[in-house]
T-cell receptor
């Protein structure tokens, strides 16, 4: 079973920042927080991952709390193409460690 | 940017027929996976594969399923005798490293429809 809790759905105005929260209170010291998204039955798309420190790439930023029990994915300027289901996944991240998808958060970006 | 590719994008078959779904993982990746997603449900792990062997398989991956790396670039999933309930999106994924923090990259999927 997924080790994370996410809101079922969220709305965000186009051009504004989308902040997607995730709770992972039972995360272990060697587990990473990964974010993927899935746009309408397309393949899951990797967004970002982190262990302890905040991370940023061309797609998003990941903010992890100091106690690592929760995190927030930030899409700085949401567009209509960011409408998707976003999955927060906790895993060790070895290649033997399968990705377990929960229900995720359905983000709707509204014009 | 390198990506995982899958063919065909859509496969329609009759119940009881064999199907082979094909994947070309990212070229320097060594670990390969198949996942599936039944319409309206979560993405589910099927099998992982490394060094020409299955590393792990789920309960779904029964004797009707098999995987193969027939050459240096392709990775296939075969369903020997398809059932109606095999209708789903099938996603291939690959990853590069064995260490922590590794990332699996997914292909666009093959939609399998069993009639």
């Amino acid at each position: 079973d997924a080790k994370t809790t996410q809101p079922t759905s969220m709305d965000c105005a186009e051009g504004r920042a989308a902040n997607l929260p995730c709770n992972h209170s039972t995360i272990s010291g060697n587990e990473y927080v990964y974010w993927y998204r899935q746009i309408h039955s397309q393949g899951p798309q990797y967004i970002i991952h982190g262990l302890k420190n905040n991370e940023t790439n061309e797609m998003a930023s990941l903010i992890i709390t100091e106690d690592r029990k929760s995190s927030t994915l930030i899409l700085p300027h949401a567009t209509l193409r960011d409408t998707a289901v976003y999955y927060c996944i906790v895993r060790v991240g070895t290649s033997y460690d399968k990705v377990i998808f929960g229900p995720g958060t359905s983000l709707s970006v509204i014009p | 940017e390198p990506e995982v590719t899958q063919t065909p994008s859509h496969q329609v078959t009759q119940m009881g027929q064999e199907v082979i779904l094909r994947c070309v993982p990212i070229s320097n990746h060594l670990y390969f996976y198949w996942y599936r997603q039944i319409l309206g449900q979560k993405v589910e792990f099927l099998v992982s594969f490394y060094n020409n062997e299955i590393s792990e398989k789920s309960e779904i991956f029964d004797d009707q399923f098999s995987v193969e790396r027939p050459d240096g670039s392709n990775f296939t999933l075969k369903i020997r005798s398809t059932k109606l309930e095999d209708s789903a999106m099938y996603f291939c994924a690959s990853s590069q490293l064995a260490g922590g923090g590794d990332t699996q990259y997914f292909g666009p999927g093959t939609r399998l429809t069993v009639l």
